[in-house]
């Protein structure tokens, strides 16, 4: 059985919370979640597969402990690993800013080698500007969710992005065998 790395950042709880949920609604893979506030390089580099998980601060910043392993991560290289994001927000409250910091977090990890999956659409959010979304706009580069605003929705949208990461998975396995 595959084994994920799910690595998320949180100050207020929704971000492990969420990373909770993932891990038990997986039951395709070996998840084993780990905060970024006691993560070690080594922690991040021994799985082939990983989920990292951050929510957006304020006016689009990044979380605290994701910020502080920031340095750590522009020396690292992601070639050959496949990363799902998923990304905290309010889009009301900040809806200039929404999700900002999942988009920060993966150019981050694409400029440095990582096979991104996951994209999410942009149907049933309404912001302003997010620096998450994809070239073409119609997508986000990872799961949103605004659990401030639209919480009812989390658990729909988890479970639609976690069958499509194990169907790209899947594609992605194919391809290399």
């Known amino acids: 059985m595959q084994r994920i790395g799910l690595i998320f950042g949180t100050d207020t709880g929704n971000t492990e919370e969420v990373a909770h949920k993932l891990q038990e609604k997986i039951d395709w893979a070996i998840v084993e979640s780990h905060d970024i506030a006691s993560c070690s390089v080594e922690d991040i580099q021994q799985y082939p597969v990983l989920i ?3 929510p957006t601060w304020d006016f689009g910043g990044i979380q605290a402990d994701w910020e502080d392993f920031w340095p750590i991560m522009e020396d690292m290289s992601f070639h050959g690993k496949i990363i799902a994001l998923y990304g905290l927000g309010d889009q009301f409250g ?8 999942m988009g920060l ?11 991104i999956i996951g994209h999410f659409s942009v149907e049933g959010f309404d912001f302003e500007e997010s620096r998450a979304l994809t070239d073409d706009g119609r997508h986000f580069v990872g ?10 929705l989390s658990d729909s949208r988890i479970e639609r992005w976690l069958q499509q990461i194990k169907h790209e998975l899947q594609g992605l396995q194919a391809q290399s065998a």
């Open 52 to 54: 990292f998980g951050i």
């Open 94 to 101: 900040y809806g200039h800013y929404f999700l900002d910091a």
């Open 105 to 115: 977090l993966h150019d981050a990890v694409r400029d440095r080698g990582a096979t």
């Open 143 to 152: 799961l949103a969710l605004d659990e401030d605003q639209q919480f009812e």
